[in-house]
């Protein structure tokens, strides 16, 4: 079955048709940036001209960045604050014309992982870390979701959250080689073991692409594998969940 996959991210927002039987991408991805003031109306646009990009008529699953609960937004996260108690599945429901189910982004990547990716087959904590804007994570025990565990959301010294600090955005922002950005890092990925003692961290989002080059940096107490589908797993992950509700 070919379902549109979304991943809406507070930089860009991608999709691609997915193969739910497999999980391979069934199109070329399409890539629009996210609107500067990450706003409901600005976003709801973009995503419908992600929509229209495919000529797609059919259910949508959506990767969004923040937590979700029953489709509504529970936190802003990196968006404008408007997004705050919004039913995030009708916003995009409304602007499309079309039933469209929103999952948590780093959930959405979860679920690709776990179904289609190394996460296959893992059994105990597993937890999905992605990096981009901010950190998302998905929490997976004996594969099944434990839905909206942002760890990204932790507070760190001066920062709201910690994500602010070691996000891909932040290693941009602060202008930090990959060295500095990965002693952050290391920093995250400690915290995350005393918090929740995970078995396994699978790590996904924009600088898992850059995995091989900063490996040997990592200084993690707890095992750790790149997903295979790389930054393609919230578009996956995002169609499978969909899946999931039809």
Not at 182 to 201: G, Q
Not at 228 to 239: E, K, P, Q, T
Request: hydrophobic share 40%; proline share 4%.
């Amino acid at each position: 079955m070919a379902i549109l996959g979304i991943d809406v991210g507070g930089t860009g927002m991608k999709g691609a048709l997915v193969d739910t039987e497999t999980g391979e991408l069934l199109s070329e991805r399409f890539r629009l940036d996210t609107p500067k003031k990450r706003d409901p109306e600005g976003m709801a646009q973009c995503f419908n001209e992600i929509v229209k990009h495919f000529d797609y008529k059919g259910p949508i699953g959506a990767g969004f960045p923040t937590i979700i609960k029953n489709g509504v937004c529970g936190s802003q996260g990196n968006l404008h604050k408007s997004w705050k108690g919004l039913n995030v599945s009708e916003v995009f429901s409304q602007e499309t014309g079309l039933p469209v189910i929103v999952v948590n982004d780093a959930d959405a990547a979860g679920y690709a992982t776990m179904q289609y990716g190394v996460g296959q087959g893992e059994m105990g904590l597993v937890i999905m870390i992605t990096i981009g804007t901010g950190i998302g994570s998905g929490a997976f025990f004996n594969g099944q979701l434990i839905p909206n565990v942002e760890l990204g959301q932790i507070p760190y010294k001066k920062y709201k959250r910690i994500e602010e600090w070691a996000s891909a955005s932040a290693k941009e922002r602060d202008g930090l080689s990959l060295e500095q950005w990965a002693e952050r890092f290391n920093k995250f990925l400690k915290i995350t073991d005393l918090l929740v003692a995970p078995d396994l961290i699978i790590l996904g989002g924009g600088l898992s692409k850059e995995w091989d080059s900063y490996e040997h940096l990592i200084d993690s107490p707890v095992h750790i594998k790149p997903a295979a589908l790389r930054n393609n797993a919230g578009i996956v992950g995002a169609a499978a969940a969909a899946l999931t509700v039809l």
